[in-house]
C-alpha cells in the first residue's frame, strides 16, 4: 500500500500503520516482559493517535489511552493511569472502558469513595454489555 494512500477521508495509510506498528510493539515486547520498552511504544501511539486528524467515525477504533493506563496501572503506577484515563475520558466522555480502568486505578490508592463513584457511573454505560470486562486485556 503507497505510504500516501489515504485510510479514510483525512489520514494516510502511513499514519495509521505506524500507529498499529506501535500497538504491536507494545504487545510484543510486553509478552517479553520488557516493561519499559512496552511502555515507549505505549506513549508513542498515543502521541500518533493524537496527530490523526479527527473524522467521524475514526478511522482507529479505539482509544489506545485505554492501554496506556493498563500498562501503567500494571506496572505499579496507578497514579500516572489515573492521569490517563481522566484525559481518555476528557476526549471520551463516559467511555466504559476508561471509566473501568479508572475504578481500578482508584482501588488501587484506596480512594475508595471515588472509585466507587466511577463504578457507578461504569455500571450505567455498561448496562446493556453482553462481555466482562477484564484490565489485563486492555
Known amino acids: 500500500m503507497p505510504a500516501d494512500a489515504r485510510m479514510g477521508q483525512f489520514n494516510s495509510s502511513k499514519d495509521l500503520l505506524n500507529l498499529a506498528s506501535q500497538i504491536l510493539d507494545a504487545r510484543v515486547a510486553t509478552a517479553r516482559g520488557s516493561k519499559d520498552e512496552a511502555m515507549s511504544h505505549w506513549q508513542k501511539a498515543v502521541e500518533l493517535q493524537d496527530a490523526l486528524r479527527y473524522n467521524e467515525p475514526p478511522e482507529w477504533y479505539y482509544p489506545v489511552r485505554e492501554s496506556l493506563g493498563a500498562a501503567l496501572l500494571a506496572d ?18 463516559r467511555n ?12 488501587a490508592q484506596h480512594k475508595d469513595a471515588d472509585a466507587s463513584w466511577v463504578e457507578s457511573q461504569f455500571q450505567s454505560a ?13
Not at 505499579?76 to 466522555?93: H, I, S
Open 76 to 93: 505499579g503506577k496507578p497514579t500516572d493511569a489515573e492521569q490517563v484515563f481522566r484525559e481518555d475520558l476528557k476526549r471520551n466522555p
Open 96 to 107: 466504559p472502558r476508561s471509566l473501568f480502568g479508572l475504578m481500578h486505578t482508584l482501588q
Open 126 to 138: 455498561w448496562k446493556n454489555a453482553d462481555t466482562t470486562l477484564d484490565i489485563s486485556t486492555f
